[in-house]
């Protein structure tokens, strides 16, 4: 069975400051990962994913096959950041199924 | 290009009764996807239709049903309605050729039972 779990429901900082999502995943294969966030108002869409290793609006996430982590980072963070955030799991064998975790609301105050 | 257009955005059904939402994924999006969101439960997978197949199954009931059509639009119903399928559904597309694996979500559909 896949599982993707945030311990985090909730995430403050100041504007500036480094925040860090944590995600750590359950997956007997080999997984492909992604972030997805949702503004304010706005559907939920893609972030970053795992293959792509490149950083998108400051963020970067690295898969720890080791740790079966995949933690979203930035080292200032923007009023504008702030979102849910979704770390999400794909399995070969699932096919397009994401498998999403609860969620990070992310609040950067000024 | 338009996003994914889920109808209706909101609806309040009772108990018993039955639901269909609609979803129409992005031109030349032939994956289309539906999730529900809870509170308690979070975003949860329903199924996947692709090219009028269903190719995807996640763990609910029966009462859960969809399908596609060869225009890719695709419904989803929920039959003899409970209070715990209050939910807002989500529909998703993806864009096959090539596949980035990223999922074009709609604005969700958000279902009341009362």
């Known amino acids: 069975a896949q599982r993707v779990t945030q311990p985090e429901k909730l995430l403050s900082v100041f504007k500036g400051a480094p925040v860090e999502l944590k995600c750590n995943y359950s997956?007997?294969?080999?997984?492909?990962l992604f972030w997805y966030v949702q503004y304010s108002r706005q559907r939920l869409q893609l972030l970053l994913r795992?293959?792509s290793r490149e950083s998108i609006k400051g963020f970067t996430a690295d898969l720890n096959k080791g740790e079966t982590s995949f933690h979203l980072k930035k080292p200032f963070a923007q009023e504008e950041d702030s979102a849910m955030y979704y770390c999400?799991?794909?399995?070969?064998?699932?096919?397009?199924?994401?498998?999403f975790g609860g969620g990070t609301r992310v609040l950067v105050k000024p | 290009k338009a996003g994914v257009t889920q109808t209706p955005r909101y609806l309040i059904k009772t108990r018993g009764q039955q639901v269909t939402l609609s979803c129409s994924p992005i031109?030349?999006?032939?994956?289309v996807s539906w999730y529900q969101q809870t509170p308690g439960q979070g975003l949860q997978f329903l199924f996947e239709?692709?090219?009028?197949?269903?190719?995807n199954k996640g763990n609910f009931p029966g009462r859960f049903s969809g399908r596609q059509f060869s225009n890719s639009r695709s419904e989803m119903n929920v039959s003899t309605l409970e209070l715990g399928d209050s939910a807002l559904y989500l529909c998703?597309?993806?864009?096959?050729?090539?596949?980035?694996?990223?999922?074009?979500f709609g604005e969700g559909s958000r279902l009341t039972v009362l």
């Open positions: 999400a799991l794909s399995g070969a064998a699932a096919g397009n199924k994401l498998t």
């Open positions: 997956y007997s294969g080999s997984p492909e």
């Open positions: 795992h293959i």
């Open positions: 031109s030349g999006h032939r994956s």
């Open positions: 239709y692709f090219s009028e197949t269903q190719r």
């Open positions: 998703a597309s993806l864009r096959d050729i090539p596949n980035t694996g990223e999922l074009f």
